[in-house]
């Protein structure tokens, strides 16, 4: 193993010891992050089709969580992300909070068509999201109580 300076943390994984440095280079990218944030909107669209309030209330505040990370991550998109956050996401939360479903799904495609001209800004044309047609797989958007 090579020499570590003595003020260098050393993390025990389990399987192996990495400096701050090394932990610091496996830290996710964009990449990694907005599939994430993808699968967490795919759910938040079915779930307010469905007029799941609390399910697609939950959904978009996670894909929150996973944007603010991404720009802790990747801070040259400090500015635009949270210009996103706070202009269409949030119409998107105000309609979810108020129940307006209709209101929901313009707001939401509004989202997903200013989402793509950030990746035009970027130079990520290439990048087209898209609302999936069918809901996920995986969960029950059925609303409860």
């Excluded at 309609?95 to 001209?117: L, P, R, T, Y």
């Amino acid at each position: 193993m090579a020499q570590v300076p003595e003020h260098d943390h050393i993390i025990d994984t389990g399987k192996s010891h990495l400096t701050l440095e090394e932990l610091g280079h496996v830290q996710p990218g964009m990449a990694r992050v907005m599939p994430e944030v993808g699968a967490r909107i795919w759910k938040c669209y079915y779930a307010g089709k469905a007029k799941n309030k609390p399910l697609a209330a939950f959904q978009l505040k996670e894909a929150v969580n996973l944007m603010e990370m991404g720009v802790l991550l990747r801070p040259k998109y400090t500015d635009n992300m949270y210009k996103f956050i706070e202009e269409q996401v949030d119409v998107v939360k105000k309609a979810i909070d108020s129940e307006d479903w209709d209101g929901f799904q313009a707001a939401f495609q509004e989202m997903v068509e200013h989402a793509n001209a950030y990746h035009e800004l970027y130079d990520k044309p290439y990048l087209r999201w898209k609302i999936p047609e069918m809901p996920p797989p995986d969960m029950d958007m059925t609303p409860r109580g």
